[in-house]
């Protein structure tokens, strides 16, 4: 509790004007369809560099909340999803829309957004707490358990397919070896060129492989555009206290899976939507009217992808383990002003945790002026030429990787990733797990070899000693293997339905 | 050009030798003489293990992609995305040979009309503009060195 008055003291203008500028750039973003978050994020990435940390995380907090709760505009309006994971809210928020409703489905939007960031803000003021306590308890097997989990669960539930899931968290394992080794401090795989011997650093590959990538994917994609007119409605009408009574069930479950799905490490916004719409589509009272136009539809999807802001938080904070790439420019920003998120972060400085979670609530809350904001300019937001803003959109990342170190070897390596991002794109590899491999990549090292030396030989018989370890590597195998037993499972039970028929 | 199946067989095959490479480099004489002890106190321990794993991804890979069916197709405008990449790796020679005002003036300007931007006067204005705000934004409101060019005709 002290704690958390603290972090609330500690909240000055700056950090209230980083929310909001976040939050609003983050929205047009979002808006504008084609670039989501991590676009954003690279965008606002050089402006934190000049910021005190607690600004810095509050604009890209802004940024994150933003959006992914802008893509709801474009989805309602144009029909066309701003990211992908309004895809669903596109579904049943356009034919709203040309009912003539399309004031009350951003409002149903809005609201539903958030009230799921807010709720999965508790929720990472509940359990973040606890998590980094547990955590305390770890050693270097526990943490290699751990990173492995993480790991795992992030190539293969995060991929289209399991075998290019696994390649791309490798090849981010792979880029992590480069510099120096952490332990004897010897050089690797530098070829006896001076700037790769501080190694691969996120940044670049970050606003390469995704920011760069998204670029070259609109330039795909530009020659095959249409010309886009919004369906045209005045502001936003919020649904009233008994409006948002009548549907509680679904906001709360909706927020609840968005929530749950953000914690696991690579599921993502996108995941939460589609489970979140397909679970309301399954269970609503109104299931008859979907795909006409049904608020529980939006609810579903707009609950869920913004609940899986303060979800992705948890491990991130509590653990050190980012939940997908937005993340791990969070924990790379809060490096770079000095802070080691992890177990050690919760316990030494609260402060700094709570204050991210304030400051996302904040930007929960801002999204009604901003998307208010957003919606009297939609029409004008969508009238700036690609063909102009892309160069832009390009330069500032550009920039925004060279100025995290000042190297020109982060020009190159942003370019580089920006090539490889967009041959990923192209044969369907995610390239979020190539991202986390190489946050992961370190510490999995240093804790592996730590854990080889310390049990001197006999890793096997020594990880066995460890139940925290072991019930890891249990769940890893569960998440591993699960699926695939079920659907096995499922297989078997068809043919029987049918050989009963 | 081949299919979308022989185009991921390639991708995973050059990954592949990618991957031996790098492999066959850890095995080489520069890391034979390390003087930190043996098995995981070795720098190569780690590394080994990775790139083995990735090998052996690849190649899964390459195998997963020989079962694919050839009618795959993917429209995918590799012209234009290729073009775009050479103008991006032509933006940054020119700005790290002679600043980044150079460099990015000319990209804003051949990138907009290799996409089919039109308007000749507003593209002028915006080419110089935004190269111009993101100089003095980075330069002057946020204190970021831009890269310094390497040929500098006034000697600054």
Known sequence: MEALLESLANIGWITIL????????????????????????????????????????????????????????????????????????????????????????????????????CFSCLIFLIFAPQLADWATKFGAMEITALVFLGLSSICL??????????????????????????????VRFTYDWYPLMSGITLIPVVVGAFAIAEVLARVDAITRTEELNPVKCGLMKLPSLADIGKRWKQLLKSSFIGTMIGVLPGAGSTAAAFISYGEAKRSSPNRENFGKGEADGIIASEASNNAVTGGALV????????????????LATLIFHGVVPGARLMQESPATVYSAFITLTLANILLIPCGMIVMAMFSRLLRIPEQIFLPFIFLICLLGAYSARNNELD????????????????????????????????????????????????????????????????LTLLLQVGPWVASLLKKRKIPAEGSGL | MPGYKYQELIFSLLMLGAGLVLLAHSYSDTY?????????????????????????????????????????HKSFNAKQVCLALGMMTGMLALMLAFGFMA?????????????????????????????????????????IMLPTPRWDPFGA
């Open chain 1, 18 to 117: 980083m929310v909001f500028v976040g939050t609003l750039f983050g929205t047009v973003l979002g808006a504008l369809p084609g670039l989501g978050s991590i676009v954003g994020i690279s965008v606002a990435l050089p402006f934190t560099f000049t910021l005190p940390s607690a600004a810095a995380i509050a604009l890209l907090l802004g940024v994150y909340a933003g959006s992914i709760y802008g893509g709801s505009i474009s989805s309602i309006l144009i029909n066309t999803p701003g990211t992908p994971q309004s895809a669903c809210t596109a579904i049943e928020g356009y034919p709203m829309a040309r009912m003539g409703k399309a004031r009350e489905a951003i409002g149903w939007a809005t609201m539903a957004s958030l009230l799921g960031g």
């Open chain 1, 157 to 186: 539930l995060s991929a289209e397919s399991k075998i290019k899931g696994i390649f791309s968290g490798l090849t981010g394992l792979v880029l992590a070896i480069v510099g120096q080794d952490p332990i004897t401090g010897e």
């Open chain 1, 315 to 330: 491990p991130a904070f509590a653990l050190g383990i980012p939940g997908d790439a937005v993340t791990a420019i969070m």
């Open chain 1, 411 to 474: 020009l190159y390596l942003a370019l580089i990733a920006g090539g490889l991002g967009i041959a990923f794109r192209y044969f369907g590899i995610s390239v979020a797990p190539m991202v986390i491999g190489l946050v992961l990549g370190a510490p999995f090292e240093y804790s592996l070899r730590q854990s080889f030396i310390i049990s001197e030989g006999h890793f096997f018989t020594s990880f066995m000693e460890h139940p925290i370890a072991v019930f890891l590597l249990a």
């Open chain 2, 32 to 72: 034979a003489h390390s003087l930190t002890g043996e098995g995981a106190l070795t720098p190569m321990f780690y590394p080994r293990l990775v790139l083995w794993l990735w090998c052996a991804s690849s190649l899964a890979m390459a195998i997963h992609s020989l079962r694919l069916s050839p009618k795959i």
């Open chain 2, 103 to 143: 460099g990015a003036a000319p990209f804003v300007a051949t990138f907009a009309i290799s996409l089919g931007y039109k308007h000749k006067w507003r593209l002028a204005i915006a080419s110089l503009l935004i190269p111009l705000f993101l100089y003095i934004l980075f330069e002057h409101g946020l204190g």
